[in-house]
């Protein structure tokens, strides 16, 4: 799909577009569990890491051979510096994804092997429909050879990142998904 062409497109109100390699365009329905989830983490960012700490959301960052990705959250060393307009995987101390119904596959297996083969130190799955979050370390080149699961509910979740830091995931605050309303 060309720039001009994209432009042009009226893209259906309530999606996340995203644009992936070889001209492929991703349209990913928004939930209020989505972003509600993503709010959380950030507050639990800031009450780790401070106010200013730098970390990204929904934000393009340049992974090589054009696999750019734009994770739910990242979390970025101190004294990463933009090249050009975007940060660089080397500045990537933790990236999280939260699973949609409609991107399980490509949280749980794709993500996981992409990141792993960068060498992104932590990656962390976050599923309100499973209610758990699997957190992967140890890099390898075809994912992560350390995983850990953890379910909603069972308190605060220290995070060792790269530089020293602890990134505290409070999993007592993480939302569920409320049980849709009967349809009248």
């Known amino acids: 799909m060309s720039v001009d062409s994209i432009m042009h497109t009226e893209f259906p109100k309530g999606y996340t577009v995203l644009f992936g390699a070889e001209g492929k365009v991703i349209l990913t329905p928004q939930s209020f569990e989505h972003s509600s989830t993503i709010k959380s983490m950030q507050y639990d960012t800031i009450l780790s890491l401070g106010r200013h700490a730098k970390t990204p959301s929904d934000v393009y960052i340049d992974f090589p051979a054009d696999e750019n990705s734009a994770p739910d959250l990242a979390i970025l060393r101190e004294d990463a510096r933009k090249e050009g307009k975007r940060y660089s995987f080397e500045d990537v101390l933790l990236i999280s994804e939260v699973v949609s119904t409609s991107s399980a596959r490509k949280d749980y297996d794709d993500c996981t ?40 509910g069972t308190g605060k979740l220290p995070i060792p990142l790269a530089d020293g830091r602890t990134f505290t995931l409070d999993l007592d605050e993480l939302p569920v998904p409320e049980p849709e309303a009967d349809a009248r």
Do not use: F, Q
């Open 113 to 152: 092997a992409k990141y792993g083969r960068y060498g992104i130190p932590v990656y962390l799955v976050v599923d309100p429909y499973a209610r758990e979050v699997v957190l992967h370390t140890e890099p390898t080149s075809s994912g992560y050879s350390t995983a850990h699961t953890r379910a909603y």
